[in-house]
């Protein structure tokens, strides 16, 4: 084959090539050991030296030329495959990000926090107490023994004996936090001031403002010279704290065996602000907490001396201080897993 044709299909065959690898055997075909350009040249030997020099020089011309080439269409296949890559790999960073959800804290819970920080505040620890109790934490110790009708104040879950049988004292979901002052104090001697948030149970009808299983937070306070004024300030600050300045409270006379003399705090209705509504059963104030002086007989049974300590304990709900913050309207809202309402907090 003559030269210029040789140099034609070369150029053309080059220009086909879009892979490395056909690159490299197209060196091969026409530059290799066995190449049909490096056998031109070491057929050279064969011509007498006029067309030697001749062919010679055109050989060696189309050799680099072809050297050049291939080089440069390397280059132009790397290049082409880096462009094909980063097209695949274009990211547009303009586009606007997918918002992920963040969840949040329960309303419950965040009120929790609220009030923990207000009593820790003043001087309070937050201790823990178990859902699951026997009848004399729950009933006993806190001056409310067996048969007597104030058991009645407390519609309860009982648990079922196991098989045990007869295993004294009876199993039961606990009706308020106040067992766990008992559990405190017979760990603990006084002075001591804590409170003790947590979920109790009760087998009643449920409405607006009765749930049958709801949060409470218990405080109890023992000292020398624990008095009445001491309660109310305690209270007084709190109400403030975690209302406004502007809140209303009412104390009213009531019974607990466990508290002598014994008092209900009732909040404004903020819903219906005192107007009545049936959140509030139309009274337009909603009660938010039993309390009152710890009874002797209840410092007694866990061997504290009434005559040397005194002091008071409260159990507020918490569900109800949320939704007096809040103006919800329904106590059922808190346990309805509804996204629309939680979303609000
Ligand atoms: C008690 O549970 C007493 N242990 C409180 C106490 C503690 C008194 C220490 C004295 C000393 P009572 O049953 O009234 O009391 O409940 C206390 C508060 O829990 C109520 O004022 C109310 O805010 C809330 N509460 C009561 N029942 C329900 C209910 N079914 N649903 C939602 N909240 C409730």
Redesign the pocket.
């Known amino acids: 084959m003559d030269i210029k044709n040789l140099k034609k299909q070369a150029q053309k065959e080059l220009n086909l090539l879009v892979k490395i690898d056909d690159l490299k055997e197209f060196e091969k075909k026409y530059l290799g050991k066995k190449g049909k350009v490096t056998e031109l040249l070491k057929s050279l030997k064969n011509l007498p030296q006029k067309e030697r020099r001749l062919i010679g020089k055109e050989a060696n011309e189309l050799r680099d030329k072809l050297m050049l080439a291939i080089k440069a269409k390397k280059e132009e296949i790397k290049r082409n495959e880096i462009e094909e890559k980063e097209k695949q790999e274009w990211i547009d960073i303009t586009v606007p990000a997918k918002k992920i959800e963040k969840g949040h804290l329960h309303p419950l819970t965040q009120v929790a926090e609220k009030v923990e920080e207000i009593f820790m505040s003043l001087g309070f620890s937050v201790i823990e107490g178990p859902e699951i109790e026997n009848e004399w934490y729950n009933f006993d110790a806190?001056n409310i023994p067996k048969d007597h009708p104030a058991r009645d104040?407390?519609d309860t879950f009982w648990i079922k004996e196991p098989s045990t049988k007869n295993q004294e004292p009876k199993l039961l979901l606990r009706?308020?936090?106040?067992p766990v002052?008992i559990h405190y104090m017979e760990k603990h001697k006084p002075p001591l001031r804590i409170i003790s948030p947590g979920r109790?149970y009760?087998y009643?009808a449920?409405d607006a403002?009765?749930?049958?299983n709801?949060?409470?937070v218990?405080?109890?306070m023992i000292d020398k010279d624990t008095s009445v004024a001491n309660f109310y300030f305690i209270m007084e600050e709190f109400f403030k704290s975690f209302f406004g300045k502007e809140t209303k409270i009412r104390l009213r006379p009531?019974f607990?065996p466990?508290?002598e003399p014994?008092?209900?705090?009732d909040v404004l209705c903020s819903i219906c602000k005192g107007k009545g509504c049936s959140v509030c059963s139309q009274r337009g104030w909603?009660?938010?907490?039993?309390?009152?002086m710890?009874h002797p007989n209840v410092l007694k049974a866990v061997k504290i001396n009434p005559k040397n300590w005194q002091g008071?304990?409260?159990?507020?709900?918490?569900?109800?201080?949320a939704m007096m913050k809040y103006k919800i309207n329904d106590?059922r809202l808190f346990y309805s897993s509804d996204l629309r309402f939680l979303k609000q907090f």
């Open positions: 806190l104040l407390w009706t308020h936090t106040s002052q109790i009760r009643e449920t403002s009765h749930e049958i709801f949060y409470q218990e405080g109890l009531s607990f466990f508290t014994s008092f209900e705090i909603i009660e938010i907490a039993g309390a009152g710890v008071f304990a409260f159990g507020m709900g918490l569900d109800r201080l106590i």
